[in-house]
């Protein structure tokens, strides 16, 4: 693939335009987990309450990313994308002035999932400018706005040390504005816009099993990545009894490899296949954290990590180059579905990780509930190859890297 075919294949303004309002957004959507064990000092938290306080706003993008889907099929991606920075402005301002108490947080914690709900948006914007054989970069390099995340990791534990946590909220506001007005100025709606889909087209979707198959791997992957990433901070704070700077820190150095990796996850899945690429990275998330699990040390947990969640970031890049390969014709739908599982996926992680530690003590048991989830995950693609390779069109099919494992193993028996 030439470089200067996709520069030319597509709008890269819009795809500059989309990266940055996933960027920010991201950023915004997390914000809650870098400054979560502050307001455990200070709101005399659980670990069960501090899991739901960083778990509340993935929740909220779940929910919210339907709902801005419907809307950018009829608004367009550029005014859609115009309304989400601007109400993402509220959550922040309440943060930063209002919020006070446990309650007050949940609420505009879910708030902050308006921030989440960017996916439905920036992807299909980007999405729509490119042909199938770039789909893979095209929505990679979009994608990659999760590393937003970076921002808050690094800077809002800072923030909150020497300022205060509502300084975090306030910090924030910075760059929303600024892209609020890159975007108002350089992103474009593509003229292969398909028309505005019914209740009825999200009620037929949901039905296919592939739509629900595509979901749940998301949900682990981009699951995956977004729960740890609001939730390492604590993790490192607690289990290592490390300062809540520092952990930030070490979150952060984590962290990057998802973000800087999913681009290059949806460039290999361009030449290996998804489906191919999803079977190994899933397996090797599930030994990654299963040897964190294990108890090493902050050194060896922190590479662990790195790898882990760089594979998660890659697995996100490969997920989505199969979704325009089954569903071309309905990208807006499916994205918008298949992405709020990945929220939903999110919401579950911090969770069963605060509850594994107000049980025992230690987060183990939720870590290894989380390698077992991946395994389950791994499991199901070998079964689905088989399923796939029968039911998707030829070109899906070879474009995906769909194999059948089952029939390789059953022909060698044979």
């Known amino acids: 693939m ?12 819009t795809l500059i335009a989309a990266l940055l ?9 997390v914000l809650l987990g870098p400054i979560a064990p502050f307001l ?6 659980t670990a069960t309450q501090q899991g739901l306080l960083t778990a509340i706003p993935l929740l909220g993008g779940s929910l919210f990313r339907p709902v801005l889907g419907m809307i950018a099929d009829r608004m367009g991606g550029r005014r859609t994308g115009l309304l ?6 509220v959550p922040l301002v309440t943060g930063w002035r209002f919020a006070h108490t446990i309650a007050h947080f949940y609420m505009l914690g879910f708030m902050l999932g308006i921030a989440g709900a960017s996916f439905a948006v920036a992807l299909p914007l980007a999405s729509r400018w490119y042909p199938a054989r770039y789909q893979g970069l095209a929505m990679g390099i979009a994608g990659a706005g999760n590393s937003g995340t970076l921002l808050a990791t690094l ?13 975090a909220f306030a910090g924030a506001l910075v760059p929303v504005m600024t892209v609020l007005a890159i975007f108002s100025v350089i ?19 949901l039905r296919e099993s592939d739509t629900l198959w595509l979901s749940f791997l998301y949900s682990l992957t981009f699951g995956g990545f977004v729960g740890f990433s609001s939730f390492l901070t604590t993790f490192f704070h607690e289990q290592y009894q490390v300062s809540r700077v520092d952990a930030g820190d070490f979150t952060t150095v984590v962290v990057v490899a998802g973000s800087l990796l999913r681009p290059v996850g949806g460039w290999l899945a361009d030449r290996l296949g998804g489906y191919r690429l999803l079977v190994f990275l899933l ?17 060896i947990a922190i590479v662990l990590l790195f790898i882990g969640m760089g594979l998660l970031g890659m697995g996100n890049g490969a997920v989505f180059q199969l979704v325009p390969q089954r569903f071309p014709t309905r990208m807006g739908l499916v994205t918008g579905v298949v992405g709020a599982a990945g929220g939903l996926g999110g919401f579950f992680l911090p969770m069963l990780l605060g509850v594994a530690r107000d049980m025992t003590g230690r987060y183990n048991a939720g870590l290894f509930a989380v390698a077992a989830a ?22 899906a099919v070879r474009q995906a890297g769909i194999y059948s494992y089952r029939g390789a193993v059953r022909g060698l028996a044979d």
């Open 21 to 29: 309002y996933f960027d920010v957004s991201f950023m915004v959507w």
């Open 40 to 45: 455990r000092d200070e709101l005399h938290l």
């Open 2 to 13: 030439r470089r200067d075919g996709f520069l030319r294949a597509g709008h890269l303004p």
């Open 84 to 89: 989400g920075l601007t109400l993402t402005i």
């Open 283 to 299: 397996g090797g998330f599930a030994m990654c954290v299963a040897a964190v699990a294990a108890g090493p040390s902050v050194r």
């Open 155 to 167: 800077f809002a534990p800072r923030m909150a040390e020497r300022f205060g946590w509502p300084s």
């Open 374 to 395: 991946f395994v389950l995950g791994v499991a199901v693609l070998l079964e689905l190859g088989a399923a796939w390779s029968r039911r998707w069109a030829p070109d």
């Open 187 to 205: 992103a474009k709606d593509s003229p292969n816009r398909p028309a505005p889909a019914s209740v009825r087209a999200y009620g037929a979707l």
